[in-house]
């Protein structure tokens, strides 16, 4: 009884843990997404607008 009772707090324990550093990866994550974030958008927009002027027919 008291080792299934240890071995429980052991692992509410470790899973308060695993949480608590998942919390702070996925805070990371997104500090870091919005962070480069525009510098996405603005890749984004030029990849775009040179694929257009690159693959665009030259009939004008």
Known sequence: MYSTYLTYVDLRKV???LKFL???FVNNI???YISIY????????VSFNFLMF????RSI
Do not use: A, S
Not at 38 to 45: A, D, E, N, S, T
């Open 15 to 17: 899973f308060q843990c």
């Open 30 to 32: 997104n500090q870091v």
């Open 22 to 24: 998942f919390f702070l």
């Open 54 to 57: 690159t693959f665009t027919p």
């Open 38 to 45: 525009p510098y996405i958008l603005l890749g984004k927009g």
